[in-house]
């Protein structure tokens, strides 16, 4: 740093302040201007000489650098409104020896509009970044922390990219534990909405007779007070609605008038008031399957669907199973403080021949706990709950003799409890076996 400001003169650095992209100003420690850049006098309207020595309050109006000299903590990215319009700014405090000399401060961003728009690219760019990264750091509102690269999820993630900026409503549907959560947060991430709440509201989850309050709030004459409702909570930020298929018909239409005219009525309330909201919303079960039942109204299905994202079962997008597999591992790996864990073979077989009734959530719930219970850092068979195993079943053949198709039997049961287990006075005692016989069958077979 030394030998930069030898080799730099006065005039070069004058000349890098007169025309970097930012306004600066430098001031003594009684606040008094000692240097500000051409271009931020041009803005304030005000010749340099003028400004110079002067308190930076008559130059600079709402300016801070006073309360930062005072305080010795610099005030950074902080809103600055100046003739009319909001800037970016940040603040420092200049120190030499341990003691406060002055003050630095330079605009950022010169329109608040500006800075909204790099924000929305900057974050747009970083999720797309994060989609072709290997970082195993979890956050569910990020769409690059959705796991997977099968055709189905990778255009699932390509419309969202195009579709979040919108105020178009959106429906997700899928099975549960399908992540249709972290869907709905990832829209929200990348729409212009982010800086403003996510509120989510489970109608699965809220007794009916609550509903409406929970959704529109509610005035309470006793007190006098209204308490608002995740709607109005929801203003100017995204409303998600999970499980709307248990949303009474009542207050689907509630709901839709409420999205048509761009405001709500609590109940007990004679008075509406506006609101602007994004609604995204999902369901377990096809609303089109609802509407057939009379469980669902159609015109509140049409405003919903425009733009329909339907999450594909696990099941159905196996080739993603491994990318899943490693991230929860790292990810419950750093939870339980293990620096290493691995599969075992069998086990692997037994988790990629699974049907996953219970989606990825069922995954992830399973290696959780099977981290925890691994031994000498591998997860053998007997970590995972009995419903998976049971239905890897070793299977055998049915043709030739009874006793041949017997022997088939007791050589793959007898493999498949010696893969899983290690003790084999534990084998003999849960196959009803003395110690001996079990040895017996073992060389038999040429296990």
């Given at each position: 740093m030394e030998n930069l400001q030898q080799n730099l003169?006065?005039?070069?650095?004058?000349?890098?302040?007169?025309?970097?992209?930012?306004?600066?100003?430098?001031?003594?420690?009684?606040?008094?201007?000692?240097?500000?850049?051409?271009?931020?006098?041009?803005?304030?309207?005000?010749?340099?000489?003028?400004?110079?020595?002067?308190p930076v309050a008559d130059i600079i109006e709402n300016t801070k650098m006073h309360e930062v000299i005072a305080s010795g903590i610099a005030d950074n990215a902080s809103p600055h409104y100046i003739k009319g319009t909001y800037m970016l700014a940040n603040r420092v405090p200049l120190f030499v020896d341990g003691k406060i000399v002055g003050a630095f401060g330079s605009v950022i961003f010169r329109d608040m509009s500006d800075w909204k728009k790099l924000s929305s690219h900057v974050r747009t760019t970083m999720e797309r970044i994060q989609l072709n990264s290997d970082d195993n750091s979890y956050n569910e509102y990020k769409l690059g922390e959705i796991k997977g690269s099968s055709p189905a999820i990778r255009k699932i993630k390509e419309t969202i990219e195009i579709i979040a900026p919108s105020e178009l409503p959106v429906l997700i549907e899928g099975e549960s534990g399908t992540g249709k959560d972290l869907f709905a947060h990832s829209i929200h991430q990348l729409s212009e909405r982010s800086d403003f709440p996510f509120v989510k509201v489970n109608c699965a989850a809220v007794p009916p007779e609550l509903l409406e309050k929970e959704l529109f709030g509610f005035f309470d004459p006793l007190t006098g007070k209204l308490h608002n409702g995740r709607y109005k909570q929801a203003d100017k930020g995204t409303l998600y609605i999970d499980e709307i298929g248990a949303l009474p018909l009542t207050l689907q239409a509630k709901l839709l008038r409420t999205m048509q005219e761009e405001e709500i009525t609590p109940v007990n309330s004679e008075f509406s008031e506006k609101v602007n909201v994004r609604i995204v919303v999902s369901s377990n079960i096809s609303l089109a399957q609802l509407i057939d039942e009379k469980k669902f109204r159609e015109d509140l299905f049409y405003r919903l669907q425009a733009i329909t994202l339907r999450i594909p079962p696990?099941?159905?997008?196996?080739?993603?199973?491994?990318?899943?597999?490693?991230?929860?591992?790292?990810?419950?790996?750093?939870?339980?403080?293990?620096?290493?864990?691995?599969l075992a073979t069998k086990t692997r077989e037994?988790?990629?021949?699974y049907h996953w009734p219970g989606n990825v959530r069922e995954l992830q719930n399973i290696l959780q706990a099977a981290v925890?219970?691994?031994e000498k850092d591998v997860i053998l068979p007997s970590?995972?709950?009995?419903?998976?195993?049971?239905?890897?079943?070793?299977?055998?053949?049915?043709?030739g003799t009874l006793e041949d198709i017997l022997a088939d039997v007791e050589k793959k049961v007898l493999q498949s409890y010696l893969e899983e287990e290690t003790d084999k006075i534990q084998i003999a005692k849960q196959l009803g076996l003395s110690r001996s016989t079990l040895y017996e069958k073992i060389k038999k077979h040429n296990l």
């Open positions: 003169s006065t005039s070069v650095l004058a000349e890098i302040l007169e025309n970097a992209f930012q306004w600066f100003v430098v001031v003594d420690a009684d606040s008094k201007i000692l240097y500000i850049n051409k271009d931020y006098c041009e803005f304030l309207e005000v010749e340099r000489e003028d400004a110079i020595g002067k696990l099941r159905e997008r196996m080739e993603d199973f491994i990318d899943l597999l490693h991230y929860f591992l790292q990810k419950f790996m750093l939870q339980a403080g293990r620096r290493h864990v691995t037994i988790l990629q021949s925890f219970m691994a970590a995972l709950p009995s419903q998976i195993k049971l239905r890897n079943v070793p299977s055998f053949h049915t043709t």
